[in-house]
T-cell receptor
C-alpha cells in the first residue's frame, strides 16, 4: 500500500532559523512528488513537483529536493509569513489519486 | 479567474439530514475531486471524476454520492448525515494531461450534530 509520512508534525522556528521538513514515501514507480502549502482556513496551494532523484526546485526561501525514498523541503532564513502547514503527496496506483501526508505545521516566530 | 468555487463555506446539520456541497471551476479542467480533511488524518479522497460523465470512488466513499453535472460542476451529496462526517471538505480540479497539479477550493466546513 502506498504511504506518505511527514515529519516532524510541527516545527517552531525563530525568524531566520533555517531548517528542513521531511517527506518519506513508499510507492512503486514514483510518478512525481508534490509539495503544497496550506494556510489556516484555506485550501492547499501548489508549490513544487519533483520527478526524479537528485532533482531540486526553488521558490523564494524554499527549496525542495528528492531522493529515491524521501523528499526534503528546506526553508532558508524563514519569515513569519512562511508559517503554514506544508503537505506532500504522491500519485497512487491510479494516476488520478494523490495520497497526501498528514503535513508539517510550521510556525515562524518573529 | 475565480478558480475553484465551493458553496456553502459553513454548514451545520442534524444527524439524518441531507445536503449537497457544490463545486464549480472555470479553468476548463477535465478532472475534479472531493477530499475531506480531518485533524490527524490528512486529506483523503472521497470521489473523483476523471472527465465529464465519469465518477469513481476514492479512499473514503461510504455515505456520499457525487454528480458531475457538466464539465464545470461537481457536487457532493450527503444523503443522511452522521457525526462522523463532520469535516472540512475540499473540491479540487486539474487538467487531465501533464502533472497532477491540483487547484483547490477554499473548503466547506461541515458540522453534523
Amino acid at each position: 500500500e502506498d504511504q506518505v509520512t511527514q515529519s516532524p508534525e510541527a516545527l517552531r522556528l525563530q525568524e531566520g532559523e533555517s531548517s528542513s521538513l521531511n517527506c518519506s514515501y513508499t510507492v512503486s514507480g514514483l510518478r512525481g512528488l508534490f509539495w503544497y502549502r496550506q494556510d489556516p482556513g484555506k485550501g492547499p496551494e501548489f508549490l513544487f513537483t519533483l520527478y526524479s532523484a537528485g532533482e531540486e526546485k526553488e521558490k523564494e526561501r524554499l527549496k525542495a529536493t528528492l531522493t529515491k525514498k524521501e523528499s526534503f523541503l528546506h526553508i532558508t532564513a524563514p519569515k513569519p509569513e512562511d508559517s503554514a502547514t506544508y503537505l506532500c503527496a504522491v500519485p497512487g496506483a491510479g494516476s488520478y489519486q494523490l495520497t497526501f501526508g498528514k503535513g508539517t505545521k510550521l510556525s515562524v516566530i518573529p | 479567474n475565480a478558480g475553484v468555487t465551493q458553496t456553502p463555506k459553513f454548514q451545520v446539520l442534524k444527524t439524518g439530514q441531507s445536503m449537497t456541497l457544490q463545486c464549480a471551476q472555470d479553468m476548463n479542467h477535465n478532472s475534479m475531486y472531493w477530499y475531506r480533511q480531518d485533524p490527524g488524518m490528512g486529506l483523503r479522497l472521497i470521489y473523483y471524476s476523471a472527465s465529464e460523465g465519469t465518477t469513481d470512488k476514492g479512499e473514503v466513499p461510504n455515505g456520499y454520492n457525487v454528480s458531475r453535472l457538466n464539465k464545470r460542476e461537481f457536487s457532493l451529496r450527503l444523503e443522511s448525515a452522521a457525526p462522523s462526517q463532520t469535516s472540512v471538505y475540499f473540491c479540487a480540479s486539474h487538467r487531465t494531461s501533464g502533472a497532477n497539479v491540483l487547484t483547490f477550493g477554499a473548503g466547506s466546513r461541515l458540522t453534523v450534530l
